[in-house]
């Protein structure tokens, strides 16, 4: 190389962890979602999937996190089942917090594969996409293999 050599004496190291804000929970979500906010929220921010602009998806990702936890609560005290007994007879019916329960996961299985919050989700925000089709039959093509 031409030129001078640096001076290593003329570098500051940079001082302590700069962290990226973390973006305050909206108002309009519940404690639980909030509380749900603020456990995940600053790992988003550090893998650059918690964006401003993303803050509404990842409201929506709480809440139905909320709603499970609260839907699976009264699930285990109230069990899964009641009786009713009618002209058939005695049946057993769902309660109204198992389709509760069962929207919530649907919604966060849709929220969390926008933020990568599965191996798979999270595989797929960290890959390089498809690459060509083609790439290595041209390879063998033109004997570039």
């Known amino acids: ?3 001078k050599k640096p001076n290593l004496k003329n570098v500051i190291p940079m001082k302590g962890d700069f962290q990226k804000h973390v973006p305050e929970a909206p108002e309009f979500l519940d404690e639980e979602a909030r509380k749900v906010w603020d456990e995940l929220a600053p790992e988003l ?3 650059e999937r918690l964006e401003p602009l993303y803050t509404y998806q990842f409201a929506s990702y709480c809440s139905c996190v909320a ?5 699976t ?8 089942y009641y009786e ?4 058939n007879g005695v049946q057993q019916k769902k309660r109204a917090a198992w389709g509760i329960q069962q929207e919530a996961m649907a919604g966060m299985r849709r ?4 933020f990568g919050l599965s191996p798979v989700d999270a595989a797929r925000l960290t890959s390089e996409g498809q690459g060509d089709l083609f790439d290595e039959v041209m390879k063998q ?3 570039t293999d």
């Open 1 to 3: 190389m031409k030129g």
């Open 45 to 47: 921010v550090k893998k």
């Open 67 to 71: 709603n499970f936890i609260a839907a």
């Open 73 to 80: 609560a009264c699930l285990a005290l109230e069990g899964l």
């Open 84 to 87: 009713t007994k009618g002209r």
């Open 111 to 114: 929220d969390a594969a926008l």
């Open 141 to 143: 093509l033109n004997g």
